[in-house]
């Protein structure tokens, strides 16, 4: 299975058929050319001997996240997941996929200098949006709702951008969806993924409930989208209605906006803005020139609007947008 993200040709190898279409059916938007060289090639093993595929590599492998999957070598455009024991099929599927989100994401940053901000981005017509917040903000949920009313889906995590003769251009990312158990029992929640198959998960990340986009509205996810707002969703919970407000400047934006494995393994800091200086400034240049030229807009919403409305809302803002 061959996979071009973005320029990045990702070859995955599994010792599991079933794992392979499976992951193959999240990443369909990404299949490539068969005659494409690998950027970098991913083996999958369910043995933690990893006699399968790559015995050799096992004693070099590095451990990522305790009890869940070790790699080793993809600087080298070459990785070995090995799944531990006990992992359910639908667990190891979730641990390819990550990793393989994770690799392709090191890669377009480092490989084709890409700009990764931490954000969900979905598209109207020709028009995307960017929605930043912190973790726990809404952007997830509010992709969700506007996938349901006919918005198209780039990503609800990480988006990349890129720039071309002073246009913006979203990219979107490899992963599947992932959903916790407030939105999953809300009254829209439960009307939404109403027969649709959730895979269930405990020992990945946190408790809650993974989904495909396209079990929400088929051939629902973009490649790519011209940016035309950005929107940065606030945290406070008090707030009864939707209210919207012209942000200005980019300072209050920094301490939103985080960009990933872009510049280090752990960007939520209070420099954020130094960091990107530091270490990115490509990055750091892309950034002001989307807050200079991108109109950005400050919304505080409430979970329990429905998402007729909030559709309705974000179209209106769009067609604010040039």
Known sequence: MLFDIH????????DSHKIGNSVSRELIGFAA????????????????????ITPEVVQNA?????????????????????????????EAVLVTLSIVGYISRFLLAKKKQLTGIHSASLAYGSKGVLLAGNSGSGKTTMSLLLIKKGFKYLSDEETFIE??????TLLSFPRHIRIGDGFAESSEGKDMITGHTLTRYSAFYQDGFIINPD???????LKSAKLAACIVLAESEKYKRLTVK????????????SLAET???NTETDSVQKIIRKNNRKAYDIINFMFDTTPVFHIQYSLKKN????????????????
């Open 7 to 14: 320029g990045i040709h990702v070859r995955l190898v599994s």
């Open 33 to 52: 050319q068969k005659k494409v060289i690998p950027s970098i090639t991913i083996y999958v093993c369910r043995h933690t001997d990893g006699k399968s």
């Open 62 to 90: 590095e451990q990522i996240s305790p009890g869940i999957f070790t790699f080793t070598d993809f600087q080298e455009m070459k990785s070995t997941i090995l799944l531990k024991r006990g992992y359910s099929f639908d």
């Open 163 to 168: 720039k071309k003769r002073d246009k913006l």
């Open 215 to 221: 079990d929400i509205s088929s051939g629902c996810r």
């Open 246 to 257: 012209k942000s200005s400047g980019t300072a209050y934006l920094y301490k939103l906006l």
């Open 263 to 265: 510049l280090s393994t």
């Open 307 to 322: 998402s007729a409305e909030l559709a309705d809302f974000i179209k209106e803002i769009l067609d604010y947008c040039k």
